[in-house]
């Protein structure tokens, strides 16, 4: 028998891993299951992520009737939305609370399936579209930062674009061009001002959302196709069915998380964790005001980078990255123990740098 | 010697108000008490301060205005009306409360200003008194501005209502989903 060629090798290892023949109301709808066992709980973290997700489509909507994407503008159109527009307030609080959670429950979800050793074969393809949808989520974040053009806004882009041109300082050859041109192709000019914002505008509301509109169509088909991974090394006693049984948890599971979501955008604005001076216009003559971070999400490695020579953070990072694109294959022998020694791990770190970062900073720099 | 008091207090009043970062004090205290950064903004119209030729600040004032600034710097004693063009309306309403001639003095005790304010002026209508958000370091003028805790108190008790009513739509869809899967299950059986 001849042995197969690279292309049908390709096409066997496509098949595999996105059967399309699955693509039926049978497949899907009337035989699809859901393992119960005593990591279920995990299965309902990438739902509660897609839920926050919808909630900022649907909000950041609103909030575009009304957004002005000028550098003279913006912070007013933000302070009318804010203080004149009937429920506006409430409006863009849920847009930043929704979207901490959405990030808060993507970092969760990406734990989990790690721990539950959900990226075994055949699910390489839908954990690669995971990690990008990770980054892209991160770059939403970003990109959303810089919009309301308020002090913190404006500095804390200038810093990590800045950062870019320290980065290429430590790349050899050709390859130090790199990040000068990113930084170039995000700010539009020579420092962060107009054109900045209308490329991070356009990124935010057009770029990432096409992007990640095709790439989480690609997850969730595929997890649809594959079915839930078994998450546990002996297989389930009792499983459910997916549809109705597991959807209507789900919504139950949604119902709640929209409540606290509720509640909190009722009662906390977001802004008020930040110092006042912060969140006033961006005023390009004076001094940079003090206590410019990023939000809170990216910590993890602000903080090292605060604490660290920059070289280590970058090649750290930068295994980090790719690392995780090749989870699949550098874990495919490992246990689900070690995975959830690893997840947890991260977890700890995530938590305590998030946390406890700027007392640590505080300790090790003794200042504040 | 009334004569000669009145006048010395006016100069001692635009020497002090003209100065670069004029009344720091209140600042600074309100920052250390606080332990968060803050800045003029807190009772100024320009968060540079008064001095410069920027939108509210001294050097871009005209006639009118510049005349404003003078009677609103006359304002010695509490009770009269203030509506100074270089300062907020906190800043205004602390010259009002107060008068000049005791904030000046409260320059050399800036932690007398919350007790001398009281606690019944709230200008943003967040429900936290304008004395307190200077001893927090928060910006008395905006009402997203505060301390978060005290915020959650101010805001669950302005819209219980809509939190009680939020409660009972929650719980009574969680309990039409429940039994609805619960009929799916024993259909399913």
Not at chain 1, 148 to 168: D, M
Not at chain 2, 34 to 50: F, Y
Not at chain 2, 65 to 85: C, H, T
Not at chain 2, 158 to 171: C, D, E, K, M, P
Request: glycine content about 8%.
């Amino acid at each position: 028998m001849p042995s197969p060629t690279a292309w049908e090798r390709i096409g066997r290892f496509f098949r595999e891993r996105f059967p399309v023949e699955k693509l039926s109301y049978d497949e899907l709808v009337r035989k699809k299951t859901v393992p119960i066992h005593r990591r279920s709980w995990g299965y309902y973290t990438g739902g509660l992520v897609l839920l926050f997700l919808l909630i900022q489509v649907v909000t950041g909507i609103f909030l575009l009737f009304y957004y002005e994407p000028t550098a003279t503008d913006a912070s007013s159109s933000i302070e009318y939305l804010t203080h004149y527009v009937p429920n506006g307030e409430f409006l863009r609080n849920i847009h930043a609370w929704s979207a901490s959670f959405m990030i808060g429950f993507l970092l969760l979800h990406f734990l989990t399936t790690l721990a539950m050793k959900s990226f075994e074969r055949p699910r390489e393809l839908t954990w690669l579209a995971g990690v990008l949808l990770l980054f892209l989520t991160f770059t939403f974040g970003f990109t959303g930062y810089l919009l309301p053009w308020n002090q913190i806004a404006v500095n804390a882009t200038k810093v990590v674009l800045q950062s870019l041109v320290q980065a290429s300082t430590f790349l050899p050859g050709g390859l130090a061009r790199l990040p000068l041109d990113v930084r170039l192709a995000l700010q539009g000019g020579e420092s962060v001002g107009q054109p900045t914002l209308s490329r991070f505008f356009a990124i935010h509301v057009v770029l990432l959302p096409v992007l990640l509109a095709i790439i989480l169509g690609f997850h969730l088909l595929s997890v649809q196709l594959l079915g839930m991974s078994q998450g546990v090394d002996t297989p389930a006693k009792r499983y459910e069915r997916f549809f109705p049984s597991y959807i209507l948890k789900d919504l139950s599971v949604w119902t709640v998380a929209f409540f606290v979501l509720f509640f909190l955008a009722l009662s906390i604005p977001f802004a008020s964790f930040l110092p006042y001076p912060l969140t006033e216009p961006f005023y390009a003559l004076g001094p940079t005001p003090a206590g410019i971070k990023p939000e809170w999400y990216f910590y993890f490695v602000y903080y090292p980078l605060e604490l660290l020579p920059f070289p280590v953070i970058l090649a750290g990072m930068t295994v980090i990255m790719i690392g995780l694109f090749l989870i699949p294959w550098m874990f495919r022998k490992s246990s689900r123990r070690a995975l959830t020694a690893l997840a947890v791990a991260g977890a700890l770190y995530l938590l305590i740098i998030t946390i406890f970062g700027h007392d640590i900073y505080q300790l090790v720099r003794g200042g504040s | 010697m009334r004569f000669i008091r009145l006048p010395a207090i006016c100069i001692l009043c635009l020497w002090a108000m003209t100065r670069a970062g004029a009344f720091p004090e209140f600042q600074r205290y309100s920052q250390r008490h606080s332990g968060v950064p803050t800045d003029c903004a807190m009772c100024r119209i320009n968060p540079g301060g008064p001095v410069g030729s920027e939108f509210g600040q001294i050097g871009s004032l005209n006639a009118q205005d510049q005349a404003r600034l003078n009677q609103a710097r006359a304002a010695l004693n509490p009770g009269q009306v203030v509506d100074n063009p270089i300062l907020n309306a906190f800043g205004d309403r602390i010259v009002q409360t107060l008068g000049m001639l005791n904030v000046l003095q409260l320059r050399s005790d800036p932690a007398g200003l919350a007790p001398a304010l009281g606690t019944t002026s709230d200008l943003d209508k967040d429900g936290i008194p304008d004395s307190t958000e200077y001893l927090d370091g928060t910006n008395p003028l905006d009402p997203e501005s505060g301390k978060p805790g005290l915020l959650l108190g101010t805001r669950l008790a302005r819209h219980w209502i809509s939190l009680v009513f939020a409660i009972l739509a929650l719980g009574l869809l969680l309990y039409g989903l429940l039994k609805l899967r619960q009929g799916v299950v024993r259909g399913d059986e």
